[in-house]
């Protein structure tokens, strides 16, 4: 069994999901699970829909119909008027639009993955039903119901001990299968989401607890790069790497793989291909252990959008374990993840992705023991196999807030010279 994932990329118009169908055609023959996100940008606009519904904001409807009109472009170019998919997509639409005149409760996290799963579930009933409409014999499943998760609203974890039985059981009969990637269900059967990028995760732990010969995530790239394409022109495909680099590319933030896709694939020695799907002939990138040297050129990965925090205790208090442990009890109940941190005698600094909601309840918190001061809009830049050319290529003449160097990897925080 082989697993695929298509991402939003992939998704993008009926032109781009036909060539996603040319591709599962191909394999049409094989037992194969078919994983999808959200189409194009959808759960951006998902999450604009939250915010507003949130703030019970006058805007909620009009970023609603929005993203019903996306989805009746995409709709009416692929299927004919009277094809069944326009009810099951408008059905899913009605759950979204009752949702939304209930009022919100105050778990905001809570109501983000109530709103945002829609992205997953209608782009997945589009690819079965437009699938189906080719000829192509597949079988829809509502991954919710087998995949469960903590109650880690927006970043959950997959249950493994509890999904196996249900996901082997759903996923048995040779074929292929269409689900969601990104969205689960807990305990209580309320809807989850396993992080932004999670499809990824969806697509590894289900090779993990299906012993799936390989997973292909298809990308609008040739594979993994040196760079983000879109930030460093002059780039170079790795054709091969380990677990062990893909977890740290990563983990530091290369948005071609989610941080935690890797783990499920490596403990069962399952390989992962990147490929894209405008040349789903070339070769990508493969993920796997191998015995052989791999000599890897400098690899950038830039985070935009980023927060330095500055800790002081009031009392002039060394900064040592005692508050330590309150700031990262803060983080922690914040949700601000750490990217990089530093300590020195009297303050404390910490690199973390910039969200203002989250922000506000650190400071919040930290406020009555502690001087806080903060910087936003930077950009840290991780290499990794970093040379002194390549470190030199990313600061040019930026001011430098915070750097880090260790054997194979350098870290740089920095604000760009135009930037405020
Ligand atoms: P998906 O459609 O699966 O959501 P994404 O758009 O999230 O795909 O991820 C693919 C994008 O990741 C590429 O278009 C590229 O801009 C970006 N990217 C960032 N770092 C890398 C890298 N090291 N190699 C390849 N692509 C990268
Ligand atoms: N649709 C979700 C997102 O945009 C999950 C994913 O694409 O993997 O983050
Ligand atoms: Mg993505």
Known sequence: MKIFKFGGASL???TYIKNVADIIQKHSHEHLIVVVSAMAKITNELEKLHRSYMMQSNHTNQILKNIISFHNIILQDLFKPTDEVHDTVNNCFCFLKKKLLQPPCSDYDFEYDQIVIYGELISSIIVFHYLRSRGIDTIWIDIR???????????????????????RKKFYDKGIYICQGFIGSDR??????????????????????????????????????????????????????????????????AQVIHPKTIKPLQNKNIPLFVKSFFNPDEKGTIVQDTNEKIDLPP?????????????????????????????????????????MMQQSAVSFSVCVDYEEQRLHKFLTAMQKDFDVLYNIGLTLI???????????????????????????????????????
Request: aromatic letters at 8%; glycine letters at 2%.
């Open 299 to 339: 690899i950038f990965i830039h985070k935009f959008n980023q927060a330095l925090i500055s800790i002081m205790p009031k009392d002039f208090s060394f900064i040592e374990e005692h508050n330590l442990s309150t700031i990262f009890k803060n983080l922690s109940d914040a949700k601000i993840k750490v990217n």
């Open 382 to 420: 991780t290499i990794r196999h970093y040379t002194d050319e390549a470190i030199n290529s990313v600061v040019n003449n930026n001011k430098i807030m915070l750097k880090e160097i260790s054997r194979k990897t350098a870290r740089i925080v920095i604000k760009t010279v135009n930037s405020n």
């Open 12 to 14: 993008q118009n009926a």
């Open 145 to 167: 119901s087998v995949l469960k998760t903590n109650s880690n609203y927006r970043d959950a974890d997959i249950l493994f001990d509890i999904s196996m039985s249900e996901v």
């Open 188 to 253: 209580s059967n309320n809807n989850t989401t396993l992080g932004r990028e999670g499809s990824d995760y969806t697509a590894a732990a289900l090779a993990h607890i299906l012993d799936a010969q390989s997973v292909t995530i298809w990308k609008d790239v040739p594979g993994v790069l040196t760079a983000d394409p879109r930030i460093i022109s002059h780039v170079q495909k790795l054709d091969r790497i380990t677990y062990k680099e893909a977890i740290e590319l990563a983990y530091y933030g």
